[in-house]
T-cell receptor, first 112, second 110 residues
Framework: EAAVTQSPRNKVTVTGGNVTLSCRQT?????MYWYRQDTGHGLRLIHY???????QIGDVPDGYKATRTTQEDFFLLLELASPSQTSLYFC???????????FGAGTRLSVL | QEKVQQSPESLIVPEGAMSSLNCTFS?????SIWWYQQHPGKGPEALI?????GNKKEGRLTVYLNRASLHVSLHIRDSQPSDSAVYLC??????????FGKGTHLHVLP
């Protein structure tokens, strides 16, 4: 069964702080995604990748960087966190473009 | 920008009833449509997908797709309290992204 693991599960930081969210998938999937989920907006795509070293810009990329270091690992970086980035973040993976997504359990981030 | 609109925002049905959820999209590009289920505190899980016009049945779930009207619907027969969740409609785009609607909150009353 597909497995996507996110860490940490909860994170609190202050405005201007540095945050790294981690995601590891053990499905040998090529594609990985970072979404944020907010009431009234649903799931919005931040960045995605189709392989190690590759990065594609999603629909709400401002204030976020991402790195895909290996096929398994995808990181989301907030270098100067702002309160507007308080959200529930999900990582997902898929075998190919436009295939079924497998999601992690999410990271709840609060920026004070 | 391509969009996915879902209705209703919230749906309350008694146990055993049919639940009907709707989704419309902004253009008729030929990618698959998915329905995902999300329980509180969990990530979304794929329920069922459809690519071709027409319907698809899996257990208590039936999906209808009409690309001409840019509409897809999900019907849950014999709804159970355990079906209470948020249901997300999703579709692929020409940019090889998957975009989601805002979801329908389904409450099945015992």
């Amino acid at each position: 069964e597909a497995a996507v693991t996110q860490s940490p599960r909860n994170k609190v930081t202050v405005t201007g702080g540095n945050v790294t969210l981690s995601c590891r998938q053990t499905n040998s999937h090529n594609y990985m995604y970072w979404y944020r989920q907010d009431t009234g907006h649903g799931l919005r795509l931040i960045h995605y990748s189709y392989g190690a070293g590759n990065l594609q810009i999603g629909d709400v990329p401002d204030g976020y960087k991402a790195t895909r270091t290996t096929q398994e690992d995808f990181f989301l970086l907030l270098e100067l966190a702002s309160p507007s980035q308080t959200s529930l973040y999900f990582c997902a993976s898929s075998a190919g473009a436009l295939d079924t997504l497998y999601f992690g359990a999410g990271t709840r981030l609060s920026v004070l | 920008q391509e969009k996915v609109q879902q209705s209703p925002e919230s749906l309350i049905v008694p146990e055993g009833a049919m639940s009907s959820l709707n989704c419309t999209f902004s253009n008729s590009a030929s990618q698959s449509i998915w329905w995902y289920q999300q329980h509180p505190g969990k990530g979304p899980e794929a329920l069922i997908s459809i690519f071709s016009n027409g319907n698809k049945k899996e257990g208590r779930l039936t999906v209808y797709l009409n690309r001409a009207s840019l509409h897809v619907s999900l019907h849950i027969r014999d709804s159970q309290p355990s079906d209470s969740a948020v249901y997300l409609c999703a579709r692929g785009t020409n940019a090889y992204k998957v975009i989601f609607g805002k979801g329908t909150h389904l409450h099945v009353l015992p």
